[in-house]
């Protein structure tokens, strides 16, 4: 089955302790992307990577890192975790960045304390 | 700076309605406009993809249309179901001569279906 996965779904954690959540696609999508998305502010962009090794800010990338050493994996990883970075995450994939339909994983609920 | 709006923001109505949902955007240099819907505590679903050559995409009940100079493009529900119930939103892919490739979303406008 075609599909984007995250994990974990759900985490709680504590300021300032590093945490990473993985991103994985089955579909050979070129462009992947990491949102976020908050009351009342709608999604946000916050990472894109339009190739392996290739990867490019969004709108809100403070506090946040990426890489994309492989084609299916593309993990957003938070060094030191604040509580405005509280929030549901989603992941999403497509094969062109330009023409394609956005494929979107089924989200991450991170709290921070 | 792309900006994307959906008006308006909740929309309730009895089923069996025919209904449309706005979204409008501030830059017509787009690559393509996508509707999804996304259901409370899940993911989004891709409903349709409206390239910036095309005027309008059909699914079903479901009719997107997309006027580029206008700025603006809509959603059309036919016979609406109490299981369309969901927040739909809209986002665009512009041409950034900046060579960004960053995507847009509206804030989404919540649709509640009345049996």
């Known amino acids: 089955e075609a599909q984007v996965t995250q994990n974990p779904r759900y985490l709680i954690t504590v300021t300032g302790k590093k945490l990473t959540v993985t991103c994985s696609q089955n579909m050979n999508h070129e462009y992947m992307s990491w949102y976020r998305q908050d009351p009342g502010l709608g999604l946000r962009q916050i990472y894109y990577?339009?190739?392996?090794?290739?990867?490019d800010k969004g709108d809100v990338p403070e506090g946040y890192k990426v890489s994309r050493k492989e084609k299916r994996n593309f993990p957003l990883i938070l060094e030191s975790p604040s509580p405005n970075q509280t929030s549901l995450y989603f992941c999403?994939?497509?094969?062109?960045?330009?023409?394609?339909?956005?494929?979107f994983g089924p989200g991450t609920r991170l709290t921070v304390l | 700076k792309q900006e994307v709006t959906q008006i308006p923001a909740a929309l309730s109505v009895p089923e069996g309605e025919n209904l449309v949902l706005n979204c409008s955007f501030t830059d017509s240099a787009i690559y393509n406009l996508q509707w999804f819907r996304q259901d409370p505590g899940k993911g989004l679903t891709s409903l349709l993809l409206?390239?910036?050559?095309?005027r309008e995409q059909t699914s079903g009940r479901l009719n997107a249309s997309l006027d580029k100079s206008s700025g603006r493009s809509t959603l059309y529900i036919a016979a609406s179901q109490p299981g369309d119930s969901a927040t739909y939103l809209c986002?665009?892919?512009?041409?950034?001569?900046?060579?960004?490739?960053?995507?847009?979303f509206g804030t989404g406008t919540k649709l509640q279906v009345i049996p």
């Open positions: 990577s339009m190739n392996v090794e290739v990867t």
């Open positions: 986002a665009v892919r512009p041409k950034d001569s900046g060579g960004y490739q960053k995507v847009t």
């Open positions: 409206i390239q910036s050559s095309q």
């Open positions: 999403a994939s497509s094969f062109r960045h330009s023409t394609d339909t956005q494929y």
